[in-house]
């Protein structure tokens, strides 16, 4: 199978290639890797997790429409929150991104990202 990497303007790709990569499309599968909310290299909302949240979301959704899909395509999700609190704000804006009942998901709390400020990093895999 063919492994394809998928690329947003928006959305940097890791300077180190041994990292791996933002998106990639095997098949008829999508893995989309934890997106933060930046945009263009500027972090979105800082100190809000529903705006973090939204954005996250809206990362994915922009690789996984760019891979050939829609959010409908979605079938999983892991949701890493620094703090657990903001589990009503992760799920508000989930809410306004699926159709019910929505992707399975996985909520971790307590998480420590790379970045300051960071409050929310979502993952995805998608079957198209």
């Known amino acids: 199978m063919v492994r394809q990497t998928v690329t947003v303007d928006t959305i940097g790709e ?8 933002q998106c990639i499309k095997s098949g008829n599968q999508v893995f989309v890797s934890g997106q933060i909310a930046y945009l263009d290299g500027t972090l979105v909302g800082a100190g809000d997790p529903l705006k973090q949240c939204r954005q996250c979301l809206r990362n994915i959704q ?18 890493f929150l620094s703090d657990i609190r903001f589990r009503e704000a992760s799920m508000e804006a ?9 992707p399975s998901a996985t909520v971790v709390g ?9 409050l929310v990093e979502i993952s995805a895999i998608a079957i198209l």
């Open 14 to 21: 890791p300077p180190d290639k041994r990292i791996g990569s």
């Open 62 to 79: 922009a690789f996984v429409e760019k891979a050939g899909g829609t959010m409908d395509n979605v079938v999983s999700l892991n949701i």
């Open 94 to 102: 989930r809410a306004e991104f699926f159709n019910a009942p929505g």
């Open 110 to 118: 307590g998480a420590d990202f790379a970045f300051p400020d960071l």
